[in-house]
């Protein structure tokens, strides 16, 4: 357990201090590759929490992906280490910025995480461990699943039952995320029609 805790401590340390990176440092490039460090110290706490599928695809959508799609962006941009020109768009941003750290906050602290009944939560455990391996029927029975239907059930499904059906509000808020990085890092490469920059 002990070791368990340093290692969150290390990838804790890492993500925050490359997300305040990300905003501090006016370096685009820079900022993209601790954009990178941050993606990587979120799978590595997936992987403390036994999700080893959502790290994997951590690191390929995001860090395969997204994070090198920016970088692209950053490298296409003409004048890059101007960055960018003040605007009045600031202040809003800022007030913006503030609000959604405020509700992010809020939900954080009123959230019940614990919300999947007892009974849900081990279903959604042995779906997991059916991905990486074959349960046994003795397995399942340990586990409370007696009935033969539901081993049936339980041996039969996998993480894509459970993206498209339990959870497929999540699923698609995920791919709604990745649309907006995408959108997001063309218009980082658009050209500025006002200065002829990017």
């Known amino acids: 357990m002990l070791f368990q805790d340093v290692v969150f401590w290390i990838l804790t340390v890492m993500a925050i201090g490359a997300a305040l990176g990300v905003v501090l440092v006016k370096d685009l490039f820079r900022a993209a590759l601790l954009l990178v460090v941050v993606f990587m110290a979120v799978s590595g706490f997936f992987v403390l929490l036994n999700a080893e599928f959502l790290a994997v695809v951590q690191v390929l959508i995001y860090v395969g992906a997204i994070a090198i799609l920016l970088i692209f962006a950053v490298m296409l941009t003409k004048d890059v280490q101007h960055g960018n020109q003040p605007n009045r768009l600031q202040i809003p941003s800022v007030v913006f910025a503030s609000l959604l750290l405020v509700s992010l906050i809020t939900v954080a602290v009123d959230t019940k995480w614990d919300f999947l009944p007892a009974e849900q939560q081990e279903r959604v ?43 497929v509000l999540p699923f698609e808020a995920v791919s709604l995320l990745l649309l907006a990085a995408l959108i997001g890092a063309l218009v980082l490469v658009r050209p500025n029609p006002g200065t002829g920059r990017g």
């Open 125 to 167: 455990e042995l779906v997991q461990t059916n991905a990486v391996t074959t349960l046994t029927g003795e397995a399942l029975t340990e586990s409370g699943v007696i009935s033969p239907e539901e081993q049936a059930e339980v041996q039969g499904a996998g993480l894509a039952d459970l993206l498209i059906g339990d959870y």
